[in-house]
C-alpha cells in the first residue's frame, strides 16, 4: 500500500503492530482466563472430596477395610459374598442371648386358626424362648443341655405350617464350661440363644450338602486372638503374618472338624469382649472351645438335610 508521505505510513505501521487483535496482549489474556479456570475446577474438586469425606467417611474406611483386610475366604457356592461374617444374622432379642423373634405368621389352616404343634416342638420352642407363631425359619436344630451333656433335636416345617421332627434325637455335648448367655474370649463355655447357621465346612471333602460349603485346606485358620481385625474369623494367611498373636490351625482339626457348622454367635459384628470358635462339630466329649458336639454320622445327616432357602437356625438352651 503506499501512502501520501512517510510520517503517514510509520503512523500506520504503528497502528498495525500494537492494534491488531492477534497481537501479544490478546494471547496473555487467554491464558489468564485458562489459569482462572483451571483453579476453579480444581477448588471445586478439593471441596466436594471434603464433603464427601466428612458425610460418606465411615462407609468409605469400611470399604477399604474390606478390601485390604478381607474378613474370609468364599466358597465355590457363594455368590459374591464372604462367608466370615454372616450377611443375614438373626434378629436379637437381647445383645447377650443373641435370640429373636422373627416378624412373620406362620400358615394357618383353612379355619384361620394358626397350624397346631406337637407338644414336643412347643416344649422345645418355649425352652429357647421363641415365639412358634412368627417363626420365620422353615428348619430348626434344638440344642437341650443338662450340665455338659446334651440333646439334640431337628425339626423342620412342611407347607401347611406344621413342624415335624426330621431325625431321631441324638446325644451330645455342649462346652466344658456348661452353657451360659454369653461367653468370653478363651473360655470354654456354649452361648446360650438362637442362632442362624451361616455355612458348612470340614476337613473332610463336601459331602454333597446344599449350603455353602468349604473344605478346609492348608493355611486356613480361625483367628482367636481378640486385638485381630479378623478376630472369630476364617482366614486363610501365611503364618508369619503379624496381624494375629493365636489362631486355630484348622487342618490339624480332623476328628473335630471333619464337618461342623458355622452360626452367628460373635459374627456381625465380631465383639472383641465376646468368645469364638462357637461351632456344631463332631466332638464324644464335653467341648475345650464351647462348641456343641455331636457323632460324626449325626453332623453328616444334618448336612445333607440343610437348605439355603429355609433360614435354618440353633437354638441352644
Known amino acids: 500500500m503506499e501512502y501520501k508521505n512517510e510520517k503517514t505510513a510509520n503512523r500506520r505501521r504503528y497502528k498495525s503492530r500494537y492494534h491488531s487483535p492477534h497481537n501479544y496482549k490478546t494471547k496473555r489474556s487467554k491464558a489468564q482466563n485458562r489459569a482462572a479456570i483451571l483453579v476453579g475446577v480444581a ?19 469400611k470399604f477399604l477395610d474390606d478390601t485390604f483386610h478381607p474378613s474370609s475366604i468364599t466358597s465355590d457356592k457363594a455368590e459374591d459374598s464372604t462367608l466370615g461374617v454372616a450377611t443375614e444374622p438373626a434378629t436379637e432379642l437381647s445383645g447377650s442371648s443373641g435370640s429373636f423373634i422373627p416378624s412373620v405368621t406362620v400358615p394357618t389352616e383353612g379355619d384361620g386358626t394358626p397350624q397346631a404343634q406337637s407338644a414336643d416342638f412347643e416344649r422345645l420352642a418355649k425352652a429357647a424362648g421363641l415365639n412358634t407363631a412368627k417363626m420365620t425359619a422353615k ?15 431337628t425339626y423342620e416345617k412342611d407347607s401347611s405350617g406344621k413342624w415335624n421332627q426330621k431325625f431321631d434325637p441324638v446325644s451330645g455335648f455342649t462346652g466344658e464350661g456348661g452353657v451360659k ?7 470354654n463355655v456354649t452361648p446360650k440363644g438362637v442362632f442362624k447357621i451361616e455355612y458348612a465346612m470340614g476337613t473332610n471333602p463336601d459331602p454333597g450338602t446344599a449350603i455353602n460349603y468349604i473344605e478346609i485346606a492348608e493355611g486356613m485358620k480361625w483367628i482367636t486372638d481378640p486385638a485381630s481385625v479378623n478376630y472369630n474369623r476364617l482366614v486363610d494367611y501365611d503364618t508369619d ?3 494375629y498373636a493365636s489362631y486355630q490351625d ?22 472383641a ?5 462357637k461351632f ?14 455331636i ?3 449325626a453332623m453328616y445327616n444334618i448336612l445333607l438335610w440343610l437348605s439355603p432357602s429355609s433360614n435354618a437356625h440353633i437354638a441352644i438352651f
Open 43 to 61: 477448588t471445586f474438586i478439593v471441596l466436594t472430596s471434603l464433603v464427601l469425606v466428612f458425610t460418606f467417611g465411615d462407609n468409605i474406611y
Open 139 to 153: 428348619q430348626m436344630i434344638f440344642v437341650e443341655s443338662s450340665g455338659t451333656n446334651a440333646t439334640v433335636y
Open 181 to 187: 448367655a454369653d461367653t468370653t474370649p478363651g473360655d
Open 241 to 243: 503374618s503379624d496381624d
Open 250 to 271: 484348622l487342618t490339624e482339626y480332623t476328628v473335630s472338624y471333619p464337618y461342623c457348622l458355622v452360626y452367628a454367635y460373635n459374627r456381625n459384628p465380631v465383639s
Open 273 to 277: 469382649k465376646k468368645g469364638c470358635s
Open 280 to 293: 456344631l462339630h463332631v466332638s464324644d466329649k464335653p467341648t475345650p472351645r464351647g462348641g456343641v458336639g
Open 295 to 297: 457323632s460324626e454320622d
